[in-house]
């Protein structure tokens, strides 16, 4: 059983910022990615920012240059660094890995809202 996290969310006037951060544990097995996602109300989920063990971090258009995306291996913990909000950043934000343990596998987090005021 794997687990994740998330922590950080919460209100925010715009062009503020918030660091969300997400630990994974249990039995994991090898990651290989750990990224985020959000929703909207009455949107599809999408991704935000992902960041493989690798070090290949890819970003949503949206976020570029606002976001940054890290992670601390030892820890199996990724965060999302998040400056400069706007409001149409507002919605839940997902945690999500993919690793391997026997077998390819995903794994969500319960997800941590994040509003941001006009």
């Known amino acids: 059983q794997v687990q994740l996290v998330e922590s950080g969310g919460g209100l925010v006037q715009a062009g503020g910022s918030l660091r969300l951060s997400c630990a994974a544990s249990?039995?994991?097995?090898?990651?290989?990615?750990m990224g985020w996602y959000r929703q909207a109300p009455g949107k599809q989920r999408e991704l935000v920012a992902d960041?493989?063990?690798?070090?290949?971090?890819n970003y949503a258009d949206s976020v570029k240059g606002r976001f940054t995306i890290s992670r601390n291996n030892a820890k199996n913990t990724v965060y999302l660094q998040m400056n400069s909000l706007k409001p149409e950043d507002t919605a839940v934000y997902y945690c999500?890995?993919?690793?391997?343990?026997?077998?390819?596998?995903?794994?969500w987090g319960q997800g941590t809202q994040v509003t941001v005021s006009s």
């Open positions: 960041l493989t063990t690798g070090g290949n971090a």
């Open positions: 999500k890995i993919r690793a391997k343990f026997i077998r390819e596998y995903d794994s």
């Open positions: 249990g039995r994991i097995g090898s990651i290989n990615a």
